[in-house]
């Protein structure tokens, strides 16, 4: 009885040890994972906050529960919250594999003065959910970046400028070695330096010296400062050519603050004083982000030409404009948090106008204000005419009255004086022809067009010529041999910042006074804020 007693003992003992062994190992194994997972941070969800992206709040998407094992959990994909948003959008980027895909569609009016731009917006799950927070980062496929405007931009960001299309080859060369990427964003090819390349369309695709690649290509230097030739022309940046129904299109995808070394000096005279020059510098800053956040899918940003901003490259570059736009680099002009539609025009005539008045939509920073050009022929001018040509120009214009008799029009008088047919400034708002076969309402902008004039700051003298043009307008017509003269202030649409006020006004800045731009900025764009971006 004794020694079974004894067996007894003796395997209760060992079945106990057993299961505090068994529970020893299975805690050694949850301490050793919960070890392990310390090591690896949890998948962080970025939370942006709006007003200030170096405010960065983490939140943890989930927990992990201990297992009973040895093996610590494979790495979870995760998007690191930094303080800079360059960081965010590059974690995201590496979370994603699938690659940008052009868009279309073309916005285009003059209250917003944009066109378009190719790119798709790049998501993945982790991308998602850094677009839910921050109403959406965008990056196109050239890889600038837009955002909101209550973010800091960390980055200076692409522009796409398109150089125009073309049916036959062009000739691309760069001081440096350039790679050819297909639409996919894959290296296809090198064109050696110093080497002049053919770059053509065959058969709805680009070809390199006469091979067909792909329906878009892009070039881009080696060295990123070293610029390129197109046609003989110096650029910065890459090129990108799209093959369009027998064309291509051939676009300048470029750094932002680059692009404005070419923009600055064709937009201003560089002799002007600097604090002018700034000012021109945040103006077109200004307006080509406006431009690339509201035209995000479109092929191309902006053109060469005036009907966004005058670009010409390299070959357009001074040294007092590149100076300029260095000192104000990322600084941009907001209302209500966005880069607004920084409209300008080379002359205002002495006063400028409210947007409404021009193109029919109140925009609460293009209000009429004093402008300070004087003395130039972009402020006064005039041009003589005959009742027969206003009616050849009518009647080419589909506006013809028959012979003219009289001009409907309240008389140009001193700014602020609003009427039905003529804006605060006293720009033209409409005016109506009267003739022997009926009569015309036009537009004022359409007048402009129509008479080929500089402006619709002016008014009619009928066989009267007063000598400052101060004199009271005369719009009846009297006979067949009746002499016209239209007497007219100021160049251009006259809405936001005239170039020429700008200059006069920085004459007149305070000595001493390195920031001065803004004040002319703050006059021209009505309850704008200033804010460096990048």
């Keep these: 009885m004794k020694t079974k ?84 959008v590059a974690t995201a980027q590496k979370a994603s594999v699938q690659k940008p895909i052009a868009k279309s569609t073309v916005t285009s009016a003059k209250s ?13 799950s982790d991308a998602n959910s850094i677009q839910a927070n921050t109403a959406a980062i965008t990056r196109n496929r050239v890889g600038s970046v837009v955002t909101p405007a209550t973010m800091r931009v960390e980055h200076v960001p692409n522009v796409r400028v398109l150089l125009g299309s073309r049916s036959s080859d062009a000739t691309v060369t760069s001081t440096a070695n350039m790679v050819v990427l297909n639409s996919s964003n894959g290296q296809v090819s090198t064109i050696s330096a110093n080497r002049g390349t053919s770059i053509g369309v065959r058969g709805g695709k680009i070809a390199v010296n006469g091979k067909a690649i792909d329906s878009v290509i892009t070039l881009k230097p080696a060295n990123s400062d070293a610029p390129f030739l197109f046609e003989g022309k110096g650029y910065r940046g890459g090129l990108t050519l799209r093959a369009n129904n027998g064309t291509m299109m051939v676009i300048n995808s470029v750094p932002l603050e680059d692009y404005l070394y070419g923009v600055v000096p064709q937009e201003v005279v560089p002799s002007w004083p600097a ?34 901003q005058v670009y010409n490259g390299v070959s357009g570059e001074t040294q007092a404009t590149t100076t300029a736009v260095n000192k104000t680099k990322g600084m941009v002009m907001l209302y209500n948090q966005r880069p607004i539609n920084a409209l300008f025009h080379s002359d205002g005539g002495g006063y400028t106008e409210d947007s409404v008045n021009v193109w029919g939509s109140d925009v609460p920073y293009l209000k009429g204000v004093k402008d300070f050009s004087t003395g130039t022929s972009t402020s006064n001018w005039t041009v003589t005419t005959s009742r027969q040509a206003l009616e050849s120009k009518l009647n080419a214009a589909s506006k013809g009255v028959g012979k003219l008799k009289s001009i409907q029009l309240t008389p140009l008088g001193k700014p602020g004086q ?76 006259g809405l936001g910042m005239s170039q020429w ?27 704008i804020t200033l804010k460096k971006m990048y």
């Design 112 to 124: 917003t003065t944009v066109k378009p731009a190719a790119s798709k917006v790049v998501k993945s």
């Design 418 to 493: 609003q009427t039905s047919d003529r804006g605060v400034s006293g720009r033209i708002k409409s005016a109506t022809f009267i003739g022997t076969s009926g009569k015309t309402t036009i537009d004022g902008d359409s007048l402009r067009s129509i008479l080929g004039l500089k402006s619709t700051l002016f008014d009619f003298y009928v066989n009267y010529n007063p000598a400052k043009g101060t004199g009271k307008a005369y719009h009846n017509f009297t006979g067949n041999n009746d002499t016209v003269y239209i007497k007219g202030h100021g160049w251009g649409h």
């Design 501 to 527: 006020g700008a200059a006069e006004m920085a004459k007149r800045a305070i000595p001493g006074d390195t920031n001065y731009y803004q004040t002319i900025l703050r006059h021209y764009y009505s309850g």
């Design 275 to 308: 604090a002018a020059l700034e000012a021109q510098a945040v103006a077109a800053r200004t307006y080509a982000l406006h431009t690339m956040e509201e035209n995000k899918g479109k092929l191309y940003d902006v053109s060469t030409s005036t009907d966004h």
């Design 5 to 88: 007693r004894l067996q007894l003992m003796i395997m209760a003992t060992l079945f106990l040890g057993v299961n505090i062994g068994g529970a020893s190992v299975a805690q050694g194994a949850t301490l050793q994972h919960k070890s392990a997972v310390v090591t690896k941070k949890p998948t962080l969800k970025s939370t942006v906050s709006t007003t200030n992206v170096s405010k960065v709040n983490t939140t943890k998407r989930s927990t992990f529960r201990p297992l009973v094992t040895k093996t610590a959990p494979k790495p979870v994909a995760k998007v690191t919250a930094k303080s800079n948003a360059s960081r965010i």
